[in-house]
C-alpha cells in the first residue's frame, strides 16, 4: 500500500502535522511521500492507495473557516480519485468551524467520501488519532 499526504503551511505547524501523519503510515508499512501543495504533481497521486490532504484553518477566528487559497489551487490540479481513501486534516488555533465543509466543497465531483478529519492545535499526533488512522487503513 502506498500513502501520501499534501499540506499547505505557511509557519509550519500544518507541515509538522502532516509530517506526523507520514510518518505514522510509514510506521503502518505504508510506502508514504509528504509533499507541500507546491511540490504536489499529478503522478505523486495515481499509485497512491491513501491521501491526506491539509491546509492551515483561514478565517476570522470564531467564523468562516476555510482553506488558503494556495490549497484550493492545489485542488483544480487533483484529477479523479475516487478510486482512493481520503482525509483531511487541519491546524488551528481557535476553533476549526466550518473548515472541514469547506474542504469538501472544493473536492466534491473528485473524491468518495472522505474517511477521517484530523485537527491538531499543537501539530502532534495523538494515540487517539493513531488508532483512527489505523482503523482507516483496516477498512
Ligand atoms: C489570516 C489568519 C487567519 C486565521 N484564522 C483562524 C481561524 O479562523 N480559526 C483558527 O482556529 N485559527 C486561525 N488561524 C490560525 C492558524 O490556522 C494556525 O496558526 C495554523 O496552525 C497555522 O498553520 P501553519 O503554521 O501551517 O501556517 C489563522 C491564522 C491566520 C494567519
Do not use: C
Not at 55 to 73: A, E, I, R
Request: charged content about 35%; cysteine-free; glycine content about 6%.
Amino acid at each position: 500500500m502506498k500513502g501520501l499526504v499534501i499540506y499547505n503551511s505557511k509557519k509550519g505547524h500544518t507541515k509538522k502535522y502532516g509530517e506526523e501523519i507520514g510518518e505514522y503510515l510509514r510506521e503502518k508499512k505504508l510506502d508514504t511521500k509528504v509533499l507541500s501543495v507546491a511540490e504536489f504533481k499529478e503522478k505523486d497521486i495515481l499509485d497512491a492507495d491513501i491521501v491526506f490532504m491539509g491546509s492551515w484553518t483561514n478565517g476570522m477566528f470564531l467564523l468562516f473557516q476555510h482553506p488558503d487559497k494556495k490549497w484550493v489551487d492545489f485542488t483544480r490540479k487533483l484529477p479523479d480519485i475516487k478510486n482512493k481513501k481520503v482525509g483531511l486534516f487541519t491546524t488551528y488555533n481557535v476553533a476549526t468551524g466550518s473548515m472541514f465543509k469547506s474542504m469538501e466543497r472544493k473536492l466534491k465531483g473528485k473524491i468518495s467520501d472522505i474517511m477521517i478529519e484530523l485537527k491538531s492545535k499543537t501539530s502532534i499526533l495523538t494515540d487517539e488519532e493513531r488508532k483512527r488512522i489505523e482503523f482507516v487503513l483496516s477498512e
